[in-house]
């Protein structure tokens, strides 16, 4: 059980430095960004309501500070629709998982250059607003997105347009979307990929069993499985106990990574404005785990 004495040692250090719990920050006053947006679901919900209330966002990433191959500065538009919830709307473990992505393609089995190797599959479970599946893509990466909200998958359709990814047709297709509700058979596109992605999925014992199950379907031979975590509060951490147990038993490696590096992040709404990126008390909190079979 190394990978849950990681955590459990991990979840020591963060709670003895910031709380069990972080202190919500306070609500920005209503305006006309914000105004739209379900009080309710902020900040519990959301981690950042000011970035969850701008519909269109430019995320940018930045590896070229960093030592070694990394992948080249990326800039993404990512559309968002806090109306229809938790899908609709960017989280700060996508975002670490992207900058991971951009600071180490290898990870993805794609070099720091595009198209220096043949496409890698990767498939996204529960992909929201897909920010880690349309990097995996800008990378080099043939992804296939996938969430049970048929709303936040129109939502990705928009923001692989918006970024030169053709999501139909017959030639050059980098992003593909598809409707996956874990209760249900797994659809046949989602089988064989190299690199299985997983942010900020793990909220409740019950998720842990059903993303466990979706796993047990669609992760092959020597296939990867990327999770990234965000331990809010006791809960939260007794599911990802019971994930990282379970785990343990159907695949043959799990294992905590650094979350470093990272690829320097900047997020911008679509008029150049600054939006909240990840803070540190939340990046405190993500913690990013490897699965193989």
């Not at 998982?97 to 599959?121: D, F, N, T």
């Not at 048929?150 to 017959?170: D, I, P, Y």
């Not at 990272?262 to 709404?269: G, K, P, S």
Request: proline fraction near 6%.
């Amino acid at each position: 059980f190394q990978c849950l004495w990681s955590l459990m040692y991990s979840w020591r250090r963060t709670s003895t430095a910031c709380g069990m719990v972080a202190a919500a920050p306070p609500s920005p006053p209503a305006t006309a960004a914000t105004a739209d947006v379900r009080p309710e679901l902020a900040p519990r919900s959301f981690d950042s309501l000011a970035r969850a209330a701008t519909p269109a966002l430019a995320v940018h990433f930045d590896a070229s500070g960093l030592s070694g191959e990394r992948g080249k500065p990326l800039r993404l538009v990512v559309h968002q629709d806090a109306s229809i919830g938790i899908p609709g709307v960017l989280y700060d473990a996508s975002l670490i998982l992207a900058a991971r992505l951009v600071a180490e393609p290898s990870l993805l089995g794609v070099a720091g250059c595009r198209g220096a190797r043949p496409p890698s599959k990767v498939l996204e479970l529960g992909c929201g607003t897909a920010v880690a599946g349309l990097t995996a893509a800008a990378l080099g990466a043939a992804v296939v997105c996938t969430d049970r909200s048929r709303t936040a998958l129109r939502l990705v359709e928009k923001s692989a347009a918006a970024n030169g990814h053709s999501t139909f047709g017959n030639h050059d297709v980098r992003v593909k979307v598809e409707r996956w509700d874990w209760d249900e058979e797994m659809p046949p596109c989602c089988s064989g990929a190299q690199v299985i992605l997983v942010a900020d999925l793990v909220y409740t014992e019950g998720g842990s069993r059903a993303l466990l199950s979706a796993l047990s379907k669609a992760a092959g031979k020597e296939c990867t499985v990327l999770v990234v975590f965000k331990l809010r509060d006791a809960q939260v951490r007794k599911a990802i106990f019971e994930f990282l147990a379970g785990a343990r038993k159907l695949f043959s490696e799990c294992v905590a990574l650094p979350l470093e590096p990272l690829a320097a992040v900047a997020v911008e709404n679509s008029e150049g404005e600054p939006r909240p990126g990840v803070t540190e008390d939340s990046l405190k909190r993500l913690y990013l785990y490897r699965l193989r079979r």
